[in-house]
């Protein structure tokens, strides 16, 4: 079939803009941990953040500062870094994590969220059964930031297939807002990485049985 369409693509384009395309999907569908890296940051990385708790958007840098170290120093922490609120990928996912507040409440664990922007936080927080703070300097996407150009994002599989899900499960977005920079699950006991999931390409859910049986570890 692959080959029949990029015959396709050779008769309408010509040959050369067709190797030029196929390249350049090939190129976009590869492991991004190959094309934009994918290094996990250290907690301690993450303890040094400074965060202002999102009660409503208009509020936001007038809220007092919350260092991230002071939130992971009270329990454990099960922290959504989230590429971009008005996502409907990024709200399936946020969904699915949030069916984990009960066993997360039992063993004593946070559960919250960090964005890099704060617009449509609000919109969010349906699906999302924590408390939700801006990280204006972004370490929670660092310090080696993954930012997935958009030509790259649209030519992979990958992006398809998860829209799908969020559709099958009814979830509905919109397209305001910075989308390119990934983001990540974390889970934390105060300086410890117990479990770290980097988002790969947009929509790429951590897995929640994984994460489920990291929580069930604790006592």
Same mark, same amino acid.
């Given at each position: 079939? +692959? =080959? @029949?369409?990029?015959?396709?693509? %050779?008769?309408? !384009?010509?040959?050369?803009? #067709?190797?030029? $395309?196929?390249?350049?999907?090939?190129?976009?569908?590869?492991?991004?941990?190959?094309?934009?890296?994918?290094?996990?940051?250290?907690?301690?990385?993450?303890?040094?953040?400074?965060?202002?708790?999102?009660?409503?958007?208009?509020?936001?840098?007038?809220?007092?500062?919350?260092?991230?170290?002071?939130?992971?120093?009270?329990?454990?922490? +099960? =922290? @959504?870094?989230?590429?971009?609120? %008005?996502?409907? !990928?990024?709200?399936?996912? #946020?969904?699915? $994590?949030?069916?984990?507040?009960?066993?997360?409440?039992?063993?004593?664990?946070?559960?919250?969220?960090?964005?890099?922007?704060?617009?449509?936080?609000?919109?969010?927080?349906?699906?999302?059964?924590?408390?939700?703070?801006?990280?204006?300097?972004?370490?929670?996407?660092?310090?080696?930031?993954?930012?997935?150009?958009?030509?790259?994002?649209?030519?992979?599989?990958?992006?398809?297939?998860?829209?799908?899900?969020?559709?099958?499960?009814?979830?509905?977005?919109?397209?305001?807002?910075?989308?390119?920079?990934?983001?990540?699950?974390?889970?934390?006991?105060?300086?410890?990485?117990?479990?770290?999931?980097?988002?790969?390409?947009?929509?790429?859910?951590?897995?929640?049985?994984?994460?489920?049986?990291?929580?069930?570890?604790?006592?």
């Amino acid at each position: 079939m +692959l =080959v @029949m369409f990029f015959s396709m693509i %050779g008769k309408y !384009l010509g040959w050369g803009a #067709a190797s030029a $395309l196929t390249g350049a999907v090939l190129y976009a569908n590869l492991p991004t941990r190959f094309t934009i890296g994918a290094v996990t940051p250290a907690a301690s990385y993450l303890a040094g953040a400074k965060l202002h708790k999102v009660d409503s958007e208009k509020d936001v840098l007038t809220a007092p500062v919350i260092k991230a170290s002071e939130l992971f120093k009270k329990s454990p922490a +099960l =922290v @959504m870094a989230v590429r971009r609120p %008005g996502c409907a !990928l990024c709200r399936r996912e #946020a969904a699915e $994590l949030s069916t984990l507040k009960d066993e997360l409440d039992k063993k004593g664990i946070q559960f919250f969220g960090v964005v890099h922007e704060y617009k449509g936080v609000e919109g969010f927080k349906p699906f999302f059964k924590g408390d939700v703070y801006y990280d204006e300097e972004k370490r929670f996407y660092g310090p080696n930031q993954r930012w997935l150009p958009l030509w790259m994002g649209f030519l992979r599989l990958d992006t398809y297939l998860n829209a799908y899900k969020a559709k099958k499960r009814g979830v509905k977005g919109n397209m305001e807002g910075e989308g390119r920079l990934l983001g990540g699950v974390y889970f934390l006991d105060d300086d410890q990485m117990v479990y770290a999931h980097l988002e790969k390409s947009w929509g790429d859910a951590a897995n929640v049985g994984e994460i489920l049986a990291a929580v069930r570890k604790f006592n």
